[in-house]
């Protein structure tokens, strides 16, 4: 017995067949130091065990199909990415607080440890986090497979970094062939999810939304007054806008200088109603063109182009787990920002599309 540690899953079949004929082999379980007994479980798995009897009363019983299966699965998907991985690995903290890793994976550098958990039967929120505290005290980062059947999982719903938690599932209900994992509505293979989480390919991501990407029709109709074509923004919005942003005026018109009769806002004094509003005025007569002097045919009248506005938000929180593709959140427009897509080769759609690529669908 020279202390190296020894896999089932990882022996070949002809050192298990040996270790199996061998009746005086030196492997033994770990904390017990009982001698190993060689078995095989009715889905083929080949694993460890006491003798009847030797169990310590403080390990559990008979483990479920799903929980060897994944124990399994992560062993190999850990070797894969270049880690070193044991199951069953034990041990205390300075504060005398117990903890089992399922599978403890460690870095080729020897000191960054990763442990996963599978949790196959129903556990409260609280445990979760009073048992992520004593692999927290003992410098392990821990990630947990929840593959419980339990209906309202929060840190699911509402992930935290200090929590890494995902749902687990069978892809088919009657195999233990295929396990998936939920990331942000993608479905991942077990196995990829593993040596990606091992590898950088999972990272938490927090930030604020104070922005939401509005889109504005610019309408070409006939001036109400010198029967020209002209075209101007939606009149429904434009006021609304101009009093949240009055500094978008400025861009509104940069944005649209090049349309051909495009009007331009300015403000307007109604006498007949004793107000002041941001109107579209026509570039030939001056004349506004109110919302109140559009005929009803207006909202059929051809668009020829969209005015993309970011407009302030209140903060929302967006905080999830991200999957190979990490939003760049310093991309993410501020409020007043515009782009105008015309369809044409030097509109904004191409930068549009990079933000977008950038964003990765990140809430604006």
């Known amino acids: 017995m020279d202390g190296t540690p020894v896999v089932s899953v990882f022996l070949t079949d002809e050192e298990w067949k040996t270790e199996a004929l061998n009746k005086s082999r030196d492997l033994f379980m770990p904390e017990t130091k009982s001698r190993a007994v060689l078995k095989v479980s009715r889905l083929g798995h080949r694993f460890f065990s006491h003798k009847p009897g030797e169990r310590k009363l403080s390990q559990t019983g008979g483990e479920s199909d799903d929980h060897v299966m994944l124990k399994i699965k992560t062993l190999f998907a850990a070797t894969a990415a270049g880690w070193s991985a044991l199951p069953e690995q034990s041990g205390v903290t300075a504060s005398g ?25 129903t556990q409260r929120d609280v445990d979760y986090e009073e048992r992520q505290r004593v692999y927290v005290e003992a410098g392990i980062r821990c990630i947990w497979i929840d593959i419980s059947k339990k209906a309202y999982r929060h840190h699911i719903s509402k992930p935290t970094k200090a929590l890494p938690r995902f749902e687990c599932k069978r892809q088919s209900p009657d195999s233990t062939g295929t396990y998936l994992v939920s990331i942000e509505k993608q479905d991942i293979d077990f196995p990829e999810f593993i040596q990606g989480a091992l590898t950088g390919k999972l990272r938490f991501i927090e930030h604020e939304v104070n922005t939401s990407l509005h889109h504005i029709r610019i309408h070409r109709k006939r001036c109400w007054s010198c029967k020209i074509h002209i075209c101007l923004l939606d009149p429904e919005f434009t006021e609304d806008l101009v009093r949240q942003m ?13 349309i051909q009769d495009m009007c331009r806002i300015k403000l307007i004094h109604f006498k007949k109603r004793g107000v002041k509003e941001h109107v579209s005025c026509c570039p030939h007569c001056g004349i506004a063109q109110s919302y109140s002097e559009l005929d009803h045919r207006f909202e059929l009248a051809d668009h020829v182009a969209f ?13 999830f787990w991200s999957w190979e593709t990490h939003p760049k959140l310093e991309m993410l427009p501020v409020p007043g920002a515009a782009f105008l897509i015309t369809g044409e080769p030097d509109d904004d759609s191409a930068l549009l599309e990079i933000l977008r690529e950038n964003l990765k669908g990140c809430h604006w």
């Open 307 to 319: 005015l993309a506005i970011a407009r302030p938000t209140g903060l929302l929180p967006r905080r």
């Open 246 to 258: 009055p500094k978008i005026v400025s861009t509104i018109h940069r944005k649209t200088r090049h």
């Open 97 to 121: 607080k117990f903890y089992r890793a399922d599978v403890l994976c460690t870095h080729p550098n020897g000191k960054t440890k990763v442990a996963v958990e599978i949790q196959r039967s």
